[in-house]
């Protein structure tokens, strides 16, 4: 039988306009990468026919942590009270013109929780310029309201399509893992 599957997928697009690729994240419930395509394009109507995938992954297991998706009628107890959080960390290399970014994923109680998490990864320690004499607030960053900068911490809860949150629901729980595939590489969404 086969089991729905929580994605979280990496889009990109060159909205008209622009002079380079934009990227956003995107996640939904499906049995497959192909259910997903409707609600894509519902997630970014500007992209238009431009959209493409990317990167994506099953998000089965964070860490250590197993992460499943059942129908909220179905749903089951899950032993703790714990959130599956979605972060994106900005942060600067000196003399490089360029914000990278690091997106993770973090199994935590809360949002403060998940930020300290965020602050303990190499991306974080490694791309924060802390001569203040010569960077205007170069540090890796989350979100000022965190206590560290994050550019984006959410609840994937609250970031998926409507639908999906009224219809399903993330079930995290203790027990073996495994290592979660990403699939790299530009994709069309009709060749899905």
Request: charged share 25%; net charge negative.
């Amino acid at each position: 039988m086969r089991s729905l599957k929580l994605f979280m997928v990496l889009l990109g697009c060159r909205p008209k306009g622009r002079h380079t690729e934009q990227h956003d994240i995107f996640f939904g419930v499906g049995y497959e990468l192909k259910d997903l395509v409707k609600e894509i394009k519902q997630f970014w109507p500007e992209a238009k026919a431009n959209i493409h995938i990317d990167a994506w992954r099953e998000v089965t297991s964070v860490d250590g942590y197993a992460i499943s998706v059942t129908e909220i009628a179905a749903e089951v107890k899950s032993e703790n009270i714990k959130k599956l959080f979605f972060i994106n960390l900005g942060g600067y290399k000196e003399n490089e013109f360029e914000e990278y970014h690091y997106t993770l994923l973090v199994v935590a109680d809360n949002k403060l929780s998940a930020a300290a998490k965020a602050k303990q990864t190499v991306f974080y320690k490694h791309t924060s310029l802390t001569d203040s004499n010569v960077h205007y607030k170069a540090i890796a960053h989350i979100d000022d309201k965190y206590g560290i900068d994050v550019d984006e911490l959410y609840d994937i809860r609250d970031i998926l399509p409507l639908g999906v949150k009224e219809k399903y629901s993330i079930q995290i729980v203790t027990g073996p893992t495994t290592t979660d595939t990403c699939y790299l590489g530009y994709m069309k969404l009709n060749e899905l």
